[in-house]
């Protein structure tokens, strides 16, 4: 029985990837930004779309959870990449794979939900991830020389108080992308109305300079 996938990005990769599972007689949505590569591959996939995939309006119209699996291969723009991600799992994907370039971007996008990430360019970069001995920096990772991701313990004067309360974007201009619970819970995209437990870890992410003025306040 044909499974449904989507095929996100439709670079090098994601056009073989979409091109091999629609010959394998599954049933493939093909998803870009761009009219030329959805054009190139109309004959060969059951559907495209041109869509935005950050944008999670278009998902939902779509009925995105409804694939079986998404595939993310969207190449240079980690941010969209990221997103992307993010969305497929808060809005029910069962499964999603997602295409790094590197091993920095394999581990932010395990960290955001991806079920399995793929190093289809392993090669092209190395691994830049410092582990930091401090009392609530667990970890961060350096996409670029501006974007980065923090992965930091809650402090204990932020427990049981909102997220909207204690303004993370407006006060420190950094997004909280997922709380992970002590339990083992994980929420991914919280919402304003989220409250901080004790054991919380929290994914932020956001420009260099931000994240490091946020985590010298909490050292």
Known sequence: M??????????????????TLYKLGQEVLAIDTSEDRLRYLADEVTHTLLADSTDANVLKNIGIKNFDVV??????NVQANIMTVLLLKELGV????????????GRVLEKVGAD??????????????????SSNLIDYIE????????????KKEMFGKSLKS????????????????????????????DIIEVGDVLVLAGDRNSLDRLEQLWE
Not at 184 to 189: H, Q, R
């Open 2 to 19: 044909a499974k449904q996938y989507a095929v996100i990005g439709l670079g090098r990769f994601g056009t073989s990837v979409a091109r």
């Open 71 to 76: 595939v993310v291969a969207i190449g240079e």
């Open 94 to 105: 069962p499964y999603v794979v997602a295409k790094a370039l590197n091993k920095m971007q």
């Open 116 to 133: 399995r990430v793929v190093y289809p360019e392993r090669d092209m970069g190395k691994r830049v991830a410092h582990n930091l001995v």
């Open 143 to 154: 996409l670029t020389q501006e974007f980065r991701i923090s992965e930091i313990l809650a």
């Open 166 to 193: 204690i303004n993370f974007r407006s006060k420190y201009n950094v997004n909280v992308v997922l709380i992970k619970r002590a339990s083992g819970e994980v929420l991914f995209s919280p919402g304003a109305d």
